[in-house]
């Protein structure tokens, strides 16, 4: 085991190089000059040129992603071109935000979405069953940022619950983490039902209600844990989601995540701090999924990587 | 060989299923799998039904512990008797009690029957801890001992294995093994062999003999095969489209088989020392469960049906002592 986590750890290394360079490269590719976004349209050829060679835009293409790479493995990833704070400060101080986000949508979606999944699953067709596919169908549906409004439309500002924008303590994190949670929740819940309902039609159900097991321990512990192996991967793949998608909530809730953090760079072509930000959820996903991976190996032993004698 | 059939008196009846009605609903209608089925059956013995698959055996197994696939599925009628007591209007929680501790069954697929995350060991002394509250240790230990019952080589080693480790012999081993750990009275086993290698079949039915035997178990068996029920039963039912249309002893069934369809059965058995090119097979194919018709289900099958046949249903009768069989040509023994 300690050898797969080893090995995944060097492959997740060069996966990040890899986005490193898709990034960068695709950077390139946008449209935009950050020296004039920086000096505004008015500037003179001289100024221009001169903040370019400071900002060394003047190198070959290259030459530049090969001093990026160095100093990303020095640790360093540039200095943002609006603040001129290193990006790792600017990362350091939206990113626990962005994850105390995910993290809360994360917990609702599964605490809620597992046993709703689950219930749907032992009831097929029943009255539950359909409201909740249906409740699916619109959670799924439904535009975030429009959800957003209507969520604080009606708890922050008819009944006045909870307060609509900006980091506090729990109560800000209520709206922004319901809104977050909602897709994530609709689509736990449909890989629960689906999961669970394949694994209830096994033959081994049927043989351990045979034995005399009772009904709740056949679910939880035998029909679940069975079930539970794309359920997790689903939840590792809406956790990277989530991460990454924070955007649109926390511009519509005011959180101070890197999300928006992000979308204020790429409004000003402010390259290093996307490239962190970019990296940074990439390395959050891929560390995920790692972590996937191996829970699952732990329910379902026969996942577990071979190790050779 | 034949296993002599004890005797027994009135008292001794074990198990004694009336007219039992299993329907599964469907898109296209009700199916009627078991169709007023009767069963009876003495303790210590071994009954055999045979069929065709789809002809309702699994589902009679199923229906007789309560465990007939919802939701579409359900029993509409009819009465289980197990040891006088009626299972079809037990509650579910006494029905629980009952399973794998009175009545425990054994399934056609070791390959799928058995949980593939948890250990066999576990699973063998789950019903254990269950029905006879007995800690983890204790259960631990008994299962080695029914390993070693059910002839598993180094028990101790082989419970911690997951099935997926383990041949599909052993698998049904470890399916009986579980099946007999409360002690039930009644095994019902679905098709114990269809799934293994004809070596392996034997050895499993070797030991189901044996374990017979040994605990003085009454045995269900449930298969196609006409070797393995002449093999191992004292008494057999011969069920096509969800109705027992044959049922005697089995060394009557075999010398004096009466029903069309039985006959068919046999005469589609190839024989060692029997010269044949072809082997006899019943025309046609098992009829569609939705469209059974009023007359005999076989009828359109049948090298000896009649105009009647077709119109109205046979009743089962008693041909000789023991001997009952569903079909307009005995009727006039009346």
């Not at chain 1, 736990?188 to 081994?204: F, K, Q």
Request: contains cysteine.
């Amino acid at each position: 085991m300690k050898e797969f986590i080893i090995k995944r750890l060097v492959v997740c290394l060069a996966l990040l190089v890899f986005t490193s360079g898709i990034t960068f490269f695709l950077l390139e590719l946008a449209p935009g000059d950050p020296a004039l976004m920086m000096l505004g349209q008015d500037a003179t050829q001289e100024g221009l040129t001169a903040l370019r060679r400071e900002m060394g835009l003047d190198q070959p293409l290259l030459s530049r992603y090969a001093t990026f790479l160095g100093d990303l493995f020095q640790g360093d990833m540039g200095v943002s071109y609006q603040t001129h704070r290193p990006v790792s400060q600017e990362i350091a101080a939206t990113f626990p935000a962005t994850l105390e986000l995910s993290v809360a949508s994360m917990v609702i979606a599964i605490i809620i979405g597992v046993p709703v999944g689950i219930t749907c699953a032992i009831r097929q067709y029943s009255l539950t069953d359909r409201v909740v596919r249906f409740a699916v169908l619109i959670a799924v549906s439904l535009p975030v940022f429009w959800l957003g409004l209507m969520i604080i439309y009606l708890f922050s500002i008819v009944l006045g619950w909870f307060p609509s924008f900006g980091r506090g303590g729990l109560r800000h994190l209520v709206l922004p983490a319901v809104t977050m949670s909602c897709y994530s929740l609709a689509i736990i819940v449909r890989m629960t039902r689906s999961s669970m309902l394949e694994v209830l039609r096994c033959d081994y159900i049927t043989a351990t209600r045979a034995k005399g097991i009772h009904e709740f321990y056949v679910i939880y512990k035998h029909a679940l844990r069975n079930a539970l192996v794309p359920v997790i991967t689903i939840i590792g793949l809406q956790f990277g989601v989530l991460l990454g998608g924070a955007v649109i909530t926390e511009t519509i809730f005011a959180w101070p995540g890197l999300g928006r953090l992000m979308v204020q760079a790429i409004f000003a072509r402010d390259y290093p701090i996307i490239r962190g930000g970019v990296l940074m959820i990439s390395a959050c996903s891929i560390l995920i999924t790692l972590f996937v991976d191996i829970i699952c190996s732990y329910i379902n032993p026969s996942l577990k990587p071979v190790e050779k004698s | 060989m034949y296993v002599e059939k004890p005797q027994h008196n009135e008292n001794d009846t074990l198990l004694c299923v009336r007219n039992l009605k299993t329907h599964i609903r469907s898109d296209a209608g009700e199916i009627r799998v078991v169709d007023g089925v009767d069963l009876q059956m003495k303790r210590g013995e071994t009954v055999g039904i045979v069929g065709e698959s789809g002809c309702g055996k699994s589902m009679t197994g199923l229906s007789i512990l309560r465990l007939v696939p919802g939701p579409h599925g359900r029993i509409v009628s009819g009465e289980i008797l197990f040891n006088g007591q009626d299972l079809a209007s037990l509650d579910e929680k006494e029905m629980v009690r009952l399973r794998g501790n009175e009545i425990a069954m054994v399934f056609q697929d070791p390959m799928t029957s058995l949980d593939p995350l948890f250990a066999v060991g576990d699973q063998i002394g789950e019903s254990m801890r269950f029905h006879q509250k007995l800690s983890r240790k204790e259960a631990r230990n008994r299962a080695i001992e029914l390993l070693k019952l059910v002839g598993v080589p180094s028990p101790e080693l082989r419970i911690k294995d997951r099935p997926d480790q383990l041949s599909g012999g052993l698998r049904q081993r470890v399916m009986l093994a579980s099946a007999l750990s409360c002690k039930p009275s009644l095994v019902i086993a679905d098709e114990p062999t269809t799934a293994l290698d004809v070596t392996i079949q034997a050895q499993i039915l070797e030991l189901i003999k044996q374990l017979r035997e040994e605990t003085g178990t009454s045995f269900i068996l449930i298969s196609h095969d006409l070797g393995v029920i002449a093999e191992n039963c004292q008494h057999v039912s011969v069920m096509y489209a969800g109705k027992i249309v044959e049922s005697a002893d089995v060394r009557e069934l075999f010398d004096n088989p009466l029903h069309p369809y039985t006959t068919g059965l046999m005469e589609s058995i190839p024989r060692i020392g029997v010269r044949k090119d072809r082997l006899e097979a019943i025309p046609g194919i098992v009829p569609n469960p939705l469209d059974l018709g009023e007359g005999c289900a076989f009828s359109p099958r049948c090298s000896c049906s009649e105009e009647h046949c077709e119109q109205k249903a046979p009743p089962l009768v008693e041909v000789c002592p023991g001997h009952e069989v569903r079909c307009w040509k005995y009727c006039n023994h009346l």
